[in-house]
């Protein structure tokens, strides 16, 4: 695939994408059929990850929004495409069509955000957990159904989710088919935050912000050593932060942070000199 760029947001036909500065929003967009994730989207989503490969910014992942006031309820992705996963064969699952997408994601240079309303079920619950962060409302449900269908939630989610709740839990997902609610995944650790649905872009938006704050290469560096396995550490770490400590940012933001902490001396400093005079 050729290096994008830029991304045309007219290119798309299952998302909406919205590109800023810091970050690109991209809204799963098959109201029809609730978001279910087919092979388009997948293609789609893969467009969406090069770019980001080659112009590291946040990722947001949304699904459609609801509208109270029009009856429209939220929805992130109800799963795969059951019409296409029923005529797959051995080779498609073997190609991991999905695991392979999900994985692209999870290991984009920046952090991703996934904002969930909702059916976040089967495929949909495996690529919110290949996020870095959820949030999530009231009405979200996300879970694994696939043993119901004959099949497996072989895209990450026998692993991911382990990691994100425990074994109990995740077993109850998995092989007894429970559905989380929003509550219940806040309680789990599952979301880090739950919000009413007409302010859940905004929430994540906000943290988006907080990352933007952040000096981007060490972000990139701290995420990638995040995720290096054990026995890579703590030589990584080291190797990392000498790389980190001969960047610019450092050195500015460094003397940035000594510079107001000079300032704010000085104030208090003149302040105690300087006392109010008495009241009469």
């Not at 980001?52 to 109800?78: C, N």
């Not at 400590?245 to 704010?264: G, I, N, P, V, W």
């Amino acid at each position: 695939m050729a290096a994008l760029d830029v991304l045309d947001p007219e290119s798309f036909s299952t998302l909406v994408v919205d590109e800023g500065e810091d970050r690109v929003v991209v809204r799963l967009h098959r109201p029809a059929v609730r978001n279910a994730i087919d092979q388009v989207m997948v293609d789609e989503l893969h467009t969406v990850c090069a770019f980001l490969e080659r112009v590291p910014r946040v990722l947001v992942l949304a699904g459609t929004p609801s509208d109270r006031e029009a009856g429209v309820k939220g929805v992130f992705a109800s799963g795969a495409d059951i019409a296409q996963l029923r005529e797959r064969g051995r080779a498609a699952a073997l190609a991991g069509i999905n695991s392979t997408l999900f994985d692209r994601i999870a290991t984009l240079p920046m952090p991703v955000i996934a904002a969930l309303d909702g059916y976040a079920l089967g495929g949909g619950a495996e690529l919110a957990y290949a996020a870095d962060f959820r949030i999530g409302t009231a009405a979200l449900r996300m879970g694994n159904p696939e043993t119901n269908l004959g099949i497996m939630a072989a895209a990450g989610a026998t692993w991911r989710l382990k990691e994100l709740v425990g074994e109990p839990l995740a077993k109850q997902i998995l092989l007894a088919g429970r559905v989380l609610t929003g509550a219940e995944c806040l309680a789990a650790g599952l979301i880090s935050e739950l919000v009413e649905p007409e302010q859940l872009m905004d929430a994540a938006h906000s943290l988006a912000d907080r990352i933007g704050a952040q000096d981007p290469l060490a972000v990139r560096i701290t995420k990638s050593v995040f995720h290096a396995p054990r026995q890579a550490h703590p030589v990584i770490d080291t190797l990392a932060q000498s790389m980190l400590f001969e960047s610019e940012a450092k050195f500015e933001r460094m003397q940035a942070f000594l510079d107001r902490k000079t300032t704010q001396t000085s104030k208090t400093t003149q302040k105690t000199n300087n006392p109010p005079e008495e009241q009469a």
